[in-house]
């Protein structure tokens, strides 16, 4: 069973860059910015109860930095997704709630959402900062994380959350 919430956390980080393609959905492709568009840096902190965003809400077409800060003894594992029109990050932060519950029922999970096709994910172990670089267009845009404790015999997934949004325009 733990070794099944391995694999979901890390899913839900990487499917965020896959999703699109492998949910038969169309995957987030951002356009190249321009040699003089500017970056945008933002901070995306994991503590023992949950994760924060700290940056705009809304951001330039460009390169954007995701500064990873890990203030727990776990591994921070960070995705970017886009999330498709009719979809809100409202519903990201509903579906991460269930999700949570579900591990705390311990029933496996059911996956990463189809309608938030991911473009980059990062990790960083307990204590460090790390920085996500990426490009993003046009869209709204959230962050999934989740805390897992690789120091186990069967690593365990301690949660995961929803955080953001911001818009790209």
């Known amino acids: 069973m733990r070794d099944s919430r391995l694999v979901r956390i890390t899913v839900l980080a990487v499917a965020l860059v896959t999703c699109g393609a492998a949910c038969g959905g169309q995957a987030a492709v951002a356009p190249s910015p321009s040699p003089s568009a500017a970056s945008t840096t933002v901070t995306v902190t994991l ?12 951001v330039p077409v460009g390169r954007l930095i995701a ?3 890990n203030q727990t003894k776990n591994t921070f594992f960070l995705g970017l997704g886009r999330l498709e029109s009719g979809h809100t990050f409202q519903d990201f932060v509903d579906w991460t709630d269930r999700d949570r519950d579900r591990e705390i029922q311990g029933i496996h999970s059911l996956g990463p959402p189809d309608w938030l096709p991911g473009i980059s994910h990062a990790q960083a172990d307990s204590g460090l900062a790390v920085d996500l670089t990426t490009t993003v267009g046009k869209g709204i845009y959230a962050f999934g994380c989740g805390r897992l404790d690789l120091t186990q015999t069967k690593p365990q997934e301690l949660g995961v959350w929803a955080a953001g949004p911001f818009e790209v325009r």
């Open 67 to 69: 500064h990873l800060a």
């Open 47 to 58: 503590s023992e109860t949950g994760c924060r965003y700290d940056g705009p809400g809304q």
